[in-house]
Every structure is written in C-alpha cells, then in structure tokens.
C-alpha cells in the first residue's frame, strides 16, 4: 500500500515549523512529505523593514531551506503554486503539478490596496525579499541622483509611507536610521530628506495604550520622522500620494505602501470561500466541511473564542497553528482525536529603529526605549529558532546586535 502524502504549501513561520514538526514525528514509513515553495530559501517576512530601509542585509533575513530540512525525509519543490483542485485532491503548480491526502496551505500574505486608484502601480509594497530590497535600492538610487544632478528637485529625497499600522511605523524606525548615513554617504543636507508617515485613523499603532503611542511618536518625530495623522490617502501618482478631502498632493521620491495585507490570491482562485481575502477555519485549523485540508497562518481567520474575534495575523500566531496542523495530522494518520488550537500569546513589541521600540509583554508590563528593543530582538530570534533550529539562530541571529 502507499504511503500517505502529506503537501504543505509555502515555507514562511506556519508552513516551515509544521513540515519540520511532522518530518522529527513521523518516521518515513508512516507518510511522504512534500513541501512547496517560491524559493529555495525561507525568509523571516518579520524582518521585511529592516531590508526594505537597507539596514540589514536581504542575506541575514533568509536561509536555505535545505540547511533545516532533512531531505532524507521532506521532499523540496520550487515552485509557484496557481491552484488547488480540491475536489481532485491535487495542486497546480506553474511547472508541473502534486497529488496529496493532506494538505496545509500557508502561503501567507500579499498587500492589500482596497483599490485605491493608482497605488499598486505607482506604490512600493513590503511583500518578500526581493520587494523589499527594491525598496531599499531605490531609495539609495534617489539620494545618489540627487548628489549627481544640480537640476534635481528636495522632493526625490522625500520618503513617504502610507500606513502607520505595525508595518509603517516599524519602517520610519527603520528610515530614521538609514536617512542620516545615506546623506552622509551622499554629502547631502539632513534637513533635506525627508521622511512623512501618513495614516487615516486617529492615532497610529491602535492597538497600544495611549502613553506608548505618545512616546513611539515623540521618539520618531525627534529623530525626524513627520506625522500626518487623520489623513486618509484618497489616490496615489506618480508624484506621491493625493491625502484628504481637499486632495492635497504630497511629493516624494519614493512611495511605499504599508496600508495593509491580504490572504494570498491563490485562496480564491482555488474557490475556498474568502472572507477579507481569507478562509475561516473550525477550532481544528481545517476548512469547514473539508477533512484534508488546513488552512494557516495568513491565509486564515482563526477564531479568539474570548473576544469573539479572530486573531489578528502575526508570525506568532502562524508558528504557532503550524505546529498543531502537524500534531493534527499525525492524530488523522494514526486515527487518534483532533486536538483545537490554543494560541498562547507572549505578547506584542513594535521596534522603532535599532535601539528603541514599544511593547506590551505576557504578564501586561509595558516596554519602551531600549528595553523594548532587546526583547524585539529576543522575540526575532525566537521565531528564527522556531523555524530554523539553533544553528540558524547562531548564523543570522540579532544577538550579535546588542
Ligand atoms: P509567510 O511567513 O509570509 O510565508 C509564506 C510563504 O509562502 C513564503 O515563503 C512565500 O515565499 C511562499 N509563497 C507565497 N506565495 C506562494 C506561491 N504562490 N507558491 C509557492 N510559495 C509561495 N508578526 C509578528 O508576530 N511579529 C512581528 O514583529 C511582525 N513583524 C512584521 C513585519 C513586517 C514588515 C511584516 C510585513 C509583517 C510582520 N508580522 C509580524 C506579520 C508576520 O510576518 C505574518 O503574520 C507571518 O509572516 C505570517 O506567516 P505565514 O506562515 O502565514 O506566511
Ligand atoms: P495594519 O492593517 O495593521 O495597518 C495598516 C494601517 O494603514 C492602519 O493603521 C490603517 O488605518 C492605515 N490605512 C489603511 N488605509 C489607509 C489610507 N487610505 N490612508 C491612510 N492610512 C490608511 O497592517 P500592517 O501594519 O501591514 O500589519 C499587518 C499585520 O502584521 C497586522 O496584523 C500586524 O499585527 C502584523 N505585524 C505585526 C508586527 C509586530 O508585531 N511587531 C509588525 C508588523 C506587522
């Protein structure tokens, strides 16, 4: 009889801890695993500003997969997944195409535009590394011309981020370091560059009590960074973006959007019901009605049953499912009960450069300054660990940074 075929699709936090997870419990006689990615590497999408600023390496953000995964035991494919055929229990891939018996689909987020007129062509996105990088190369190509060229305008060293979410303000940290070496490098003016972070709601980062707020803001705004708060970005050009209902048009040189994310598009196309972009999933991770197939990560709403809510989507959280969608399928192989996911949550910190940041942690103490920093850094190599094993964390860990 052949063995059972378990294909996990997409190697980020919920896809990589669960195939690694099922690889160290299953032995080879019990089930064929398969994994399926873009790349051949894993990238900490955690990261993601820290290469889109230029102040990390894109290299110390990503790893081989072949370095943490037994090949013994995972079958590897590169490749890009366009559909899953549910009901023929196989995936299409852009070169060829997988049957499976169970599947997990962790093909995390993409950015999120609500349709705004002109922002995804005229706009940056922090999507993976290569997006990324981009961003960081084009900025350097801005202030290079700018040394290079009488002619040019203030305006092309003008960084403007719109969104000031999670991803935003972690990103003008970020800049608030970059901009300063990058005039230096270039000989350019400070006071010349600018950095504007524009966000429709009331307040920036939401979900932290009003005092954390205060000091990530005054702490950026002192480093540089201009706020426009309340401003809901209405159209974006090839000028910059067009804010407010006096459709004031705010000039830069580059554009980034950090507005928010999405599931990926292949839920859809897959004819999975999608609710904002995403399926809802039973306690158990799985699609409702389907017996074979979990959903995780980014790709999913999983229920608090506290607060009624689903969770918000943090690599956390998708560390976390992709270890109980493994548990989950060794229980169906071995004909043991499903166990309903529990997410225990450590806490949330929002860096605001290299040596400073905000956070609530476990027990409800709040973090500023450079102690918010150190524990961002201790939860960054956490969920590298988590991923990669301690090898990892010794190769491209932030420890090396305190
Ligand atoms: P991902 O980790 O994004 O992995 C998806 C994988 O699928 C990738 O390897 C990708 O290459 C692959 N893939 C995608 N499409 C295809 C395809 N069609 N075919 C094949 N492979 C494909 N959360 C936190 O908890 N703490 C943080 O500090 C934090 N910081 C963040 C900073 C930034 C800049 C961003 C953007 C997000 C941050 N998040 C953070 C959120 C967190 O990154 C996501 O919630 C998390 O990555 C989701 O994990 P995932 O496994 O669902 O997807
Ligand atoms: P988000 O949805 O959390 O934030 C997007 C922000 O953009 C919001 O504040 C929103 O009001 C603003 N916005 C939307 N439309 C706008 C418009 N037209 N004009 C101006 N502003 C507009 O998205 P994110 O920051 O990308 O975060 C995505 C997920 O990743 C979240 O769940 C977050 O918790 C997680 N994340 C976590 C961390 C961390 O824990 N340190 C870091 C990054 C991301």
Request: hydrophobic residues 40%.
């Amino acid at each position: 009889m052949s063995k059972p075929k378990i294909v996990v699709l997409g190697a980020g936090y919920a896809g990589l801890v669960a195939t690694r997870r099922l690889s160290q419990k299953l032995s080879a006689e019990e089930a064929e695993i398969v994994l399926i990615n873009k790349h051949n590497y894993h990238y900490e999408s955690t990261w993601l500003h820290e290469v889109a600023a230029g102040t990390i390496n894109p290299n110390q953000a990503r790893f081989m997969l072949t370095d943490v995964v037994n090949p013994k035991k995972v079958r590897l494919i590169y490749d890009t997944v366009q559909e899953v055929k549910k009901d023929e229990k196989r995936v299409v891939l852009e070169n060829s195409e997988v049957s499976y018996d169970y599947l997990i689909v962790a093909l995390g987020f993409v950015s999120n535009t609500f349709g705004i007129p002109g922002m995804e062509e005229h706009a940056y996105a922090i999507e993976d590394i290569d997006s990324s990088r981009l961003i960081a190369e084009h900025i350097e190509y801005q202030f290079a011309k700018y040394a290079t060229n009488e002619n040019a305008s203030e305006d092309s060293l003008t960084i403007l981020v719109g969104g000031g979410g999670f991803t935003g303000i972690e990103f003008v940290g970020e800049l608030a370091e970059k901009v300063p070496q990058l005039c230096k490098k270039y000989d350019i003016d400070r006071s010349k560059a600018r950095i504007i972070n524009v966000e429709a709601a009331p307040s920036i980062l939401p979900v932290f009590d009003e005092d954390l707020v205060t000091y990530a803001k005054k702490s950026l705004e002192d480093r540089g960074v201009e706020f426009r708060i309340g401003a809901p970005i209405k159209e974006c050009t090839e000028e910059g973006f067009i804010v407010g209902d006096d459709k004031e048009l705010i000039k830069a040189g580059t554009v980034v959007w950090t507005g928010g994310v999405t599931g990926n598009p292949v839920l859809a196309k897959s004819g999975f019901e999608v609710f904002k972009g995403k399926v809802n999933v039973d306690a158990d991770l799985r699609v409702p009605g389907v017996e074979d197939i979990f959903i995780l990560g980014d790709c999913s709403w999983t229920m608090d049953k506290e607060s009624g809510r689903p969770y918000p989507p943090t690599g956390q959280l998708a560390t976390q499912e992709g270890a109980t969608a493994a548990d989950n399928i060794i229980a169906l192989l071995r004909n043991e009960p499903l166990k309903d996911f529990v997410f225990s949550n450590k806490g949330t910190v929002a860096s605001l450069g290299i040596s400073d940041g905000i956070g609530n942690i476990l027990d409800g103490t709040k973090l500023r300054g450079k102690a918010a920093a150190a524990m961002k850094k201790v939860v960054d190599d956490r969920s590298l660990y988590m991923v990669g094993g301690p090898k990892t964390v010794l190769k491209k860990g932030k420890f090396r940074l305190f």
